[in-house]
């Protein structure tokens, strides 16, 4: 059972950055693709980045791209991202998301293990 604990959410202005971490345990992290989603107030949960236990491939949902960075380092257990550039529509909570197994995914139901999420608000 992998537990995961995100931080590093809070308030930012237009075009400041935030970078989140989410924290494994209880498994083999290196075994896992990682990925970030996110759920504003009123919407359908979304996908921002996802990567591969290796890190060798990212992928970033079209609204965040150029904007933010997925990453991981694996010796730490732990999974990043790196939100630039930030605007109001990425206001929302923003939960790190893993399963087992090769590959990257954008969908939800492809993830086995969930944080209790972090928010994060862009004022304007």
């Known amino acids: 059972q992998v537990q995961l604990v995100e931080s590093g959410g809070g308030l930012v202005q237009v075009g400041g950055s935030l970078r989140l971490s989410c924290a494994a345990s209880g498994g083999t992290f290196s075994r896992y693709a990682m990925g970030w989603f996110r759920q504003a107030p009123e919407k359908e949960r979304e996908f921002v980045a996802a990567i591969t236990w290796s890190a060798g491939h990212t992928y970033y949902a079209d609204s965040v791209k150029g904007r933010f960075t997925i990453s991981r380092d694996n010796a730490k257990n732990t999974v990043y991202l790196q939100m630039n550039n930030l605007k109001p529509e990425d206001t929302a909570v923003y939960y790190c998301?893993?399963?087992?197994?090769?590959?990257?995914?954008?969908?939800?139901?492809?993830?086995?293990?969930w944080g209790q999420g972090t928010q994060v608000t862009v004022s304007s």
């Open positions: 998301a893993a399963f087992q197994g090769w590959g990257t995914s954008s969908d939800a139901k492809d993830y086995d293990y």
